[in-house]
């Protein structure tokens, strides 16, 4: 026999505590390269973006957009000197998040 148990809306469930402990971290960077963030910085910022499972935004003057979306990232028109604010909510957000302002530090890895 199967008994039915009423769930107590105020009372969460194991599974929703799981779905609901997410990391929130928050960092930045400075746009060093001379050309600020083109295609080919963007491009590299995406690939190391949609490689964590985190939800990834950045945000620059008051436009936040997704890290893991190239035309997102172009919208932004960042050029070199623009401060970078970077957030990230997931289970490797930490590690997103750092990742990034390495990748940022070592100018996207695009040698002109």
Do not use: W
Request: glycine share 4%.
């Amino acid at each position: 026999m199967i008994t039915k148990q009423k769930r107590n809306p105020c009372k969460p469930t194991e599974v929703a505590i799981a779905k609901t402990h997410k990391q929130l971290v928050r960092g930045f960077f400075i746009v060093i390269n001379d050309k600020g963030l083109h295609t080919r910085p963007s491009t590299e910022l995406v690939k190391c973006a949609t490689s964590f499972k985190a939800q990834v935004s950045l945000i620059y003057q008051d436009l936040v957009v997704n890290a893991k979306s190239l035309l997102g990232i172009l919208t932004l028109a960042a050029a070199r000197g623009s401060r970078i604010e970077i957030e990230a909510i997931g289970e490797d957000a930490q590690e997103a998040v750092e990742t990034l302002i390495e990748l940022a530090r070592n100018k996207f890895y695009i040698h002109y």
